[in-house]
């Protein structure tokens, strides 16, 4: 390891198996899309992970060797995404879930049987890792869909391919919270301490309008025998931000002043006593400090990081450095290397000036309407905004004591599996 670090130190261009992004864009007026993504890649090894390295987390590896998990897949999401104004899901929908806790795994065994009770083993580990209530994820609440899922790992750990066994489970009405994010940081190299990590503050982020948080393990195998596991984590977080200015000046919401007032002047009723209240003003200037609650605590001491800023034409940027302030050049890509302390500033004359976004292929919209047996329902719409037909997969997992009745339904042949649908047609 030693040795390592010395090339490291000796060679500028070294990557050692960590790095970290953030993303910032602004979305329409008032909100924020802050992207935070961690790679981590273990040590090479042949049947099982070795931990050696801090990239890689220790208890990982030893989940991973216990529980024989190919790969392992967690989401913790909560709130809204609102798609028609803020266009596709971040990262193409791929590291998003539904509301509340989700997880999968590819699990090696001999037998289905075997595999399923090292599952039942594994969401045990990851409720204790993540002070998540996984362990309810029980042969009741466990699913093995055959479509909806895709493995990531690539090539055979060398010895005789052994089959892997897919399930997934959900827990929807799980809530989110600061008690998740702390294990999450903890798996981080820096751990919260330095990096973009150290923007990770729990209250800001469980108060953003939408919030997703995702865990992905899957290993990659060469010819040469030797594999790596690659761990990814990302947070996605949409923050309200005159919201979050607001809170900063006054923690217990209070009225205004009327000095403080913004009012529509061009009323004819406008005088000094009478005001129609404007909306949030379009002149807007905030920094990450002020968001975030404090600003980046300069690099992580492995790997290597950067920020990445997607701000539209009109807008501009200014970083500051250190204790002092220090004004830097700000370009839409900023390293992190050699950094103390890192402030952004973003400011716009005209914030409902946003880059346009892509529409996605298909809205899907779904909620829960009345109660009982006569009245309860699940409601799942889709809208294909193009003229173009799309093809999707629509996965969906119901209790069983939820009886449903088809009024109109047609069964289609998709290359050659006919999605055969049980229950009264
Ligand atoms: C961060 O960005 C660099 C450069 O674009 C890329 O090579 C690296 O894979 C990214 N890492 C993560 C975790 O997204
Ligand atoms: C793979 O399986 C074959 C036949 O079952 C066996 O002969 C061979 O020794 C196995 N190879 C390894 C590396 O386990
Ligand atoms: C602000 O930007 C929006 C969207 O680009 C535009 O429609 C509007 O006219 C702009 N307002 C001003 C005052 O420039």
Request: glycine share 8%; charged share 20%; net charge negative.
């Amino acid at each position: 390891m030693k040795l390592s670090i010395l090339l490291c130190l000796a060679l500028v261009a070294c990557v050692l198996g960590y790095s970290e992004n953030l993303s910032l864009r602004p979305l329409s007026q008032k909100y924020l899309h802050a992207s935070f993504e961690f790679e981590a890649e273990s040590e090479p090894f042949n049947t099982h992970p070795v931990a050696h390295h801090d990239e890689f987390p220790r208890i990982l590896s030893q989940i991973i060797t216990q529980s024989d998990a190919r790969e392992i897949h967690l989401r913790f999401a909560q709130g809204f995404w609102d798609a028609e104004e803020w266009g596709v899901l971040p990262h193409n929908g791929a590291f998003a879930g539904g509301t509340g806790i989700e997880a999968w795994a590819w699990i090696e065994a001999s037998s289905k049987q075997e595999a399923k009770k090292k599952w039942f083993g594994l969401v045990n580990s990851l409720s204790g890792l993540f002070c998540a209530s996984l362990n309810f994820i029980d042969s009741a609440h466990t699913v093995e869909p055959q479509f909806t899922f895709k493995q990531s790992s690539t090539g055979s750990n060398g010895a005789n391919e052994t089959t892997a066994y897919l399930f997934s489970g959900a827990l929807p009405a799980e809530p989110v919270c600061t008690e998740n994010l702390t294990p999450f940081i903890r798996l981080l190299p820096c751990k919260g301490k330095a990096g973009i990590s150290s923007l990770l503050d729990g209250h800001k982020i469980f108060d953003s309008q939408w919030q997703g948080m995702a865990i992905d393990v899957h290993r990659e195998c060469t010819d040469e025998e030797a594999c790596k596991m690659v761990l990814k984590q990302t947070v996605d977080a949409v923050v309200d931000v005159p919201r979050q200015l607001r809170r900063n000046k006054h923690p217990i919401p209070v009225p205004l002043y009327g000095t403080d007032f913004r009012c529509d002047t061009s009323k004819p009723y406008a005088n000094d006593y009478i005001c129609f209240p404007l909306g949030d003003p379009t002149e807007v200037s905030w920094s990450i400090r002020e968001i975030f609650g404090r600003p980046i605590e300069g690099a992580c001491r492995i790997g290597q990081g950067s920020v990445n800023l997607d701000v539209p034409d009109g807008w501009k940027l200014q970083s500051k450095s250190g204790e002092d302030g220090e004004i830097l050049d700000t370009y839409p890509t900023l390293s992190l290397a050699n950094t103390d302390s890192l402030d952004i500033i973003l400011s716009s004359d005209n914030a409902t000036h946003v880059s346009p976004v892509s529409s996605p292929p298909v809205f899907a919209q779904r909620s829960f309407s009345g109660h009982g047996q006569q009245r309860g329902g699940v409601r799942t719409a889709f809208t294909n905004p193009s003229s173009e037909p799309v093809t999707f997969i629509y996965s969906e997992t119901l209790p069983w004591f939820m009886r449903f009745y088809f009024h109109t339904m047609k069964l289609k042949n998709v290359d050659g599996v006919w999605r055969r649908v049980r229950g009264h047609v």
